[in-house]
């Protein structure tokens, strides 16, 4: 019997990977593919270092993805190019993943999911969302990047939603509001309730 697929998405730092350890928790492998693109990038170094130099590069060798995303990120002709130099090698990843498991349900986190190889196979969607300064403060902190690098970031995805909502799959809408206090644990427990009445929905997990 085949895996039933979940895509799961969200806009720069909505928090999508705290929903990700949610369906781990219950039992539902994840493959993040933006992880997955680390290695992606490694092994298609050489055409990178072709097509942007060799001034991405940290003093190991590897590529510095800080100093590469602060080049394509704006640059809506020189991300195109480095998606279609790393998307390749990340769907074929991607489908040996999927080949490799046997659970009944798999989960496929990724920020652009609609260009997952998997994308076309998905039982359902889930896209993550935080209001836009909860998501700056998490940028902010997590990656420590200028704040006119995160706001290009932030505006590369003013049309985020559209896509998701014209294909096939169920769609839901997860709000992850981060709070913070003696409401967390509350709102904790409302979205893990949100995450199970999903799954139930689609015949996933308990």
């Given at each position: 019997m085949k895996s039933k697929l979940i895509g799961l998405t969200g806009q720069y730092c909505a928090g999508k990977n705290h929903v990700a350890s949610i369906l781990e928790a219950r039992g539902i492998p994840v493959l993040d593919v933006d992880k997955l693109g680390h290695l992606a990038l490694e092994q298609e170094k050489a055409a990178i270092t072709a097509r942007f130099g060799t001034d991405i590069l940290n003093a190991d060798g590897s590529i510095n993805r800080k100093a590469l995303?602060?080049?394509?990120?704006?640059?809506?002709?020189?991300?195109a190019d480095l998606e279609a130099i790393v998307h390749p090698r990340a769907n074929q990843l991607t489908e040996t993943w999927i080949a490799s498991r046997t659970e009944p349900a798999l989960a496929i986190n990724a920020a652009l999911l609609h260009r997952s190889a998997a994308?076309?196979?998905?039982?359902?969607?889930?896209?993550?969302?935080?209001?836009?300064?909860?998501?700056?403060?998490?940028?902010?902190?997590?990656?420590?990047?200028?704040?006119?690098?995160?706001?290009?970031?932030?505006?590369?995805?003013?049309?985020f939603n559209a896509q998701y909502f014209q294909g096939n799959a169920d769609t839901y809408i997860v709000k992850n509001r981060g709070v913070l206090g003696t409401c967390a644990r509350w709102h904790q427990h409302q979205l893990e309730r949100r995450i199970d009445a999903i799954l139930q929905r689609e015949g996933i997990g308990r």
């Open positions: 995303g602060a080049r394509v990120f704006g640059n809506p002709g020189d991300l994308f076309q196979k998905l039982t359902c969607i889930i896209i993550v969302q935080a209001g836009l300064l909860t998501r700056l403060f998490r940028a902010k902190k997590r990656d420590k990047l200028p704040l006119f690098e995160l706001l290009k970031r932030f505006k590369s995805q003013h049309q």
